[in-house]
């Protein structure tokens, strides 16, 4: 196996999780690779900001049950939350808002506590902020490792019934009202993973959540998701898509004849790889950074732009990057396909795996099972992969036959799932189902789940969107925008834009601070509605 080629070069690349992001778009035995590289390239930046909310915002705990059904343990775990009472005025109606955490550190969230919409809807309401962490992630944690048995109690039934004991029984420090459910409005937002959990606690515990938001909220779970990278292709810039299909097609051709292979894979920096899948999961990498753009530079991710920058070269025409030339081992490609290798030579290769100890086998190599049977507290990257191997899957593979396609046809579901039996052999309590029991999630409403003083907000080019309520691949219906049951699209949009904000409200782009504005007045109405505590008979 060949050393890593080329020489460092500064690191551009911002995964989602840097930014209080998701995890969902790293999916399989690559998307973990890619974390662990990340986590070993990344500096002490991300602790810095962290440790700056911290002073604003101090940490309490909640004893939750880690088991809150079954009596298959007495154990239990301190799940972390952050309160942000500064707008805070006590009378009766005084709101909460609570962002759930979902499946990154609860600190990540704090941005959205300080400036964003915890802060946004306290400031409007006279209300309290709360950023709510989600058992397993953070320091939130009752088990010893993160094995196949120890992750057990992590599923969709368990976190919800959290966030249910957390609101009937919280006592907030420095409050001395009692600001418990049913007796105090919660208004429960979530984005993502997240936003599916809001949508859900609004429907299963409907006298606990007086009102919730639901952004970007993927409420249908399904195995495939291939609309994710059709919803990039559709929406980039036409030239890097063009460029795009043109490169995968190339690839996929080039692959087929086995003495074009190693060239191919040199070209790209990854002459040592020895799987074909590995190599073209490799080149998947600067696509998610889609999800990770933003309205606000200082929170988003410019990965893809750079990306098309490259693709297209500085050529004027998409004839020029298509037009072929031949390299040494009668590798006949496009122009634009050099260019494809360029950029992932020099900002995946060279950063990623730059430790001159390791191949290229090492950094992205997917074959050896023991590379992801560590169990230790440090591996949080099982946490989310264990629950999309049993619940949500989104496992991201090629589209269907006379769809084009922006990744190669070599990504199936096969391989896209092989991280669920490396990563998590059976336990001595449980077993990870053979394909995610994606039916547990569709069960509590899927594309069609409403309800009274639940709103949905989506972005327009989100690839999330196709399995949101907002889905235009099928499945979903159009539906009145209310202020009772609002369903909302932010024009040229991604993911869960409408969580972030500046302090400065009016600095905000046009699009921002209207779905801000229209939230505060949905939220207010429903508030109108509270008709007091319950109070004994």
Not at 426 to 451: F, K
């Amino acid at each position: 196996m060949l050393p890593c080629d080329g020489a460092l070069l500064p690191l551009i690349i911002v995964l989602a999780a840097t930014s209080g992001g998701s995890f969902l778009h790293s999916h399989g035995a690559q998307g973990v690779n890619f974390w662990k590289l990340h986590r070993a390239a990344s500096t002490a930046s991300t602790s810095k900001q962290q440790q700056q909310y911290a002073t604003r915002f101090h940490v309490e705990t909640f004893t939750q049950p880690l088991d809150h059904f079954y009596n298959s343990t007495d154990a239990t775990f301190p799940q972390r939350f952050w309160v942000n009472s500064r707008h805070y005025k006590p009378r009766p109606g005084a709101p909460v808002i609570v962002i759930d955490g979902g499946e990154t550190n609860g600190e990540d969230r704090l941005p959205f506590l300080d400036t964003g919409i915890g802060d946004i809807l306290a400031r409007a309401t006279g209300g309290v902020g709360v950023v709510l962490e989600h058992r397993y992630y953070g320091e939130s944690i009752g088990v010893q490792n993160f094995s196949t048995d120890a992750l057990r109690w992590l599923n969709n039934e368990q976190a919800l019934e959290d966030s249910a004991n957390f609101m009937r029984n919280v006592k907030f420090q420095d409050i001395d009202e009692d600001l418990t459910a049913p007796n105090t409005p919660w208004i429960y937002y979530g984005g993502s993973y997240a936003g599916a959990r809001a949508a859900h606690m609004r429907v299963l515990y409907p006298d606990l959540v007086f009102g919730a938001i639901a952004s970007s909220a993927v409420t249908h779970a399904v195995l495939a998701n291939w609309e994710y990278m059709d919803v990039i292709r559709l929406a980039a810039d036409p030239k890097c898509s063009s460029n795009l299909m043109n490169s995968i097609t190339t690839i996929d051709r080039l692959l087929k004849f086995r003495h074009l292979r190693g060239p191919l894979k040199k070209l790209f920096g990854l002459g040592g790889l020895e799987s074909d899948q590995d190599f073209v999961s490799a080149l998947t990498y600067p696509l998610a950074s889609w999800q990770d753009r933003n309205w606000d530079p200082a929170v988003g991710s410019t990965t893809f732009d750079h990306f098309c920058v490259t693709l297209n070269g500085h050529t004027p025409t998409l004839e020029d990057t298509a037009r072929t030339v031949l390299l040494p081992g009668l590798l006949r490609t496009n122009v634009a396909l050099l260019n494809y290798a360029k950029w992932i030579r020099e900002n995946v290769v060279n950063n990623f795996c730059q430790n001159p100890s390791l191949t290229v086998e090492d950094c992205f190599g997917t074959n050896d099972d023991v590379k992801y049977q560590t169990t230790d507290l440090s591996q949080d990257w099982r946490l989310w992969v264990f629950q999309f191997c049993t619940q949500w899957g989104y496992l991201t593979t090629a589209p269907p036959h006379g769809t084009p396609a922006i990744i190669s046809r070599l990504l199936d579901i096969d391989y896209e799932h092989k991280i669920c039996t490396q990563a998590f052999p059976p336990g001595e309590h449980y077993r990870v189902p053979s394909l995610p029991n994606v039916s547990a999630v569709n069960a509590l409403g899927d594309y069609h789940i409403a309800a009274d003083r639940l709103a949905f907000i989506d972005g327009e080019v989100d690839p999330w969107r196709p399995y949101t309520p907002h889905s235009n691949y099928g499945g979903a219906v159009e539906r009145d925008d209310t202020l009772l049951r609002p369903f909302k699209v932010i024009p040229g949009g991604v993911h869960h834009w409408d969580e972030n904000g500046l302090r400065e409200g009016e600095r905000e782009p046009k699009e921002i601070r209207e779905i801000h504005e229209e939230m505060i007045e949905f939220v207010k109405v429903w508030l109108k509605d509270w008709e007091g505590p319950v109070t004994e008979a």
